[in-house]
């Protein structure tokens, strides 16, 4: 089931992306480019949930469970620039993190040796 419920993220990930290059060409709608944002963004703040529950660090896994809950909330609430600078921080600060935190193998060592 797992297995399963990764191959559809990835392909509804896949669709979403090979939908936004075609729009670069083909020009879509602003409805089509709308829902093709919002999915993008659900899809993205789903990933970023999904990846905090794996942290074991508390503080770790908040940031990425309130990432990913407000990349989804944010596409239905009335949209600010004070709002939009939360959501480009909600993007990057999770990538950050996970790219500069040492894994956990790494720290037993240090705590060990």
């Not at 709608?29 to 999904?50: E, K, R």
Request: aromatic share 14%; with cysteine.
């Amino acid at each position: 089931m797992k297995n399963l419920a990764l191959i559809i993220f990835k392909l509804a990930l896949f669709s979403v992306l090979i939908g936004k290059v075609l729009n670069w060409f083909l020009n879509f709608s602003d409805q089509v480019n709308q829902i093709l944002n919002t999915s993008m963004f659900c899809l993205l703040g789903i990933g970023y949930f999904i990846a905090g529950l794996a942290w074991t660090n508390k503080w770790l896994k908040g940031i990425f469970i309130a990432c990913g809950i407000y990349l989804i909330v944010m596409n239905f609430i009335e949209k600010n620039t004070f709002l939009t600078v939360i959501g480009i921080a909600c993007i990057l600060s999770p990538m950050l993190i996970a790219r500069f935190s040492p894994d956990e193998k790494e720290e037993n060592e240090l705590t060990e040796g």
